[in-house]
């Protein structure tokens, strides 16, 4: 079984206190939740105690599933939500709005690759995947899949360059 890596995210998120305290819960959650189903039974009151302290004190919507990589950036962290089957690699920073869910059509949830930075109020829903190094303005509306080391922009998103 792989090894709880519990302050994983703790050097990348110097500038909130808050953001750090949500990313540790998280991260022990989803340690409770990949062990066994004995000790599962017993994570169910800090699971239930995780979903109150993290969705409606911060406004933070992290499910326990949720397949995050190393290295999550979360800056003013208000209002985030995450689809639970979504994947986010290493090294992603997120803003303050930022929705990442499925289109409610297919059930699939986006990929977010690598080093990807995604702005403010942006939203991302849908089987897309978005490639490695890519900004995502804020405000954008991702539907369709963004090439890596691109810049998307608007509503619907936009390729407006690609970064070299």
């Known amino acids: 079984m792989e090894k709880c890596k519990i302050f994983q995210d703790w050097k990348y998120n110097k500038h909130d206190v ?6 540790v ?7 409770l939740n990949k062990k066994n189903k004995f ?3 017993f994570a169910l009151p800090y699971l ?16 326990w599933n949720l ?5 999550l950036r979360i800056i003013h962290g208000y209002s985030l939500v995450i689809h639970p089957n979504a994947r986010i690699g290493n090294h992603v920073t997120l803003r303050h709005c930022v929705t990442i ?12 690759m690598d080093n990807v930075n995604v702005g403010a109020n942006a939203v991302i829903i849908g089987p897309v995947t978005i490639g490695e190094n890519a900004v ?3 405000g ?10 691109s810049v998307v922009v608007g509503n619907p998103a936009k390729n407006l360059r690609y970064i070299k």
């Open 18 to 23: 808050k953001i750090r305290i949500v990313l």
């Open 25 to 31: 819960a998280f991260r022990i959650a989803q340690c």
């Open 39 to 41: 000790i599962r039974a």
């Open 48 to 63: 239930f105690l995780y979903k109150i302290f993290v969705f409606w004190f911060f406004h933070i919507e992290l499910h």
């Open 67 to 71: 397949n995050i990589g190393e290295g």
């Open 101 to 112: 869910g499925n289109n409610g059509k297919s059930g699939e949830a986006p990929i977010i």
């Open 136 to 138: 995502i303005g804020a």
């Open 140 to 149: 954008a509306v991702v539907t369709k899949n963004v090439e890596k080391n």
